[in-house]
């Protein structure tokens, strides 16, 4: 497994759904700049991210709608990472009774 380890002034973070995306950026002291629900659309996602462009990444859950958010950081030059949905700690309120992990 790769960590990445590079710092940035700001980190934002994607809750993918497939319709609806959740963001997040945070600055490096944890302070919340941005936090709203928007539509799934590149036009919308880049007005967020466009004041922190080139200083920022973008962080989303390995799930299947995740492509295009990667497509769109590439074409803007924006760093993306791509986490397993198993080490992400937020994943524990959608564990099932029957669930081993």
Sequence with gaps: MNFYT???PY????????RLLYVCI???ENNILVHE????SPDKLLALLKPYLGNIVV???CM???YWVSDF????NIDFILGHALYMKAIHA???KNDKI
């Design 6 to 8: 590079n710092t940035h």
């Design 37 to 40: 629900k928007i539509d799934d």
């Design 73 to 76: 950081c590439e074409e803007y």
């Design 59 to 61: 962080g989303v859950e």
């Design 26 to 28: 945070i600055d490096n």
């Design 94 to 96: 959608g564990k099932t």
């Design 64 to 66: 299947h709608c995740w």
């Design 11 to 18: 980190y934002c973070g994607i809750d993918l759904h497939t």
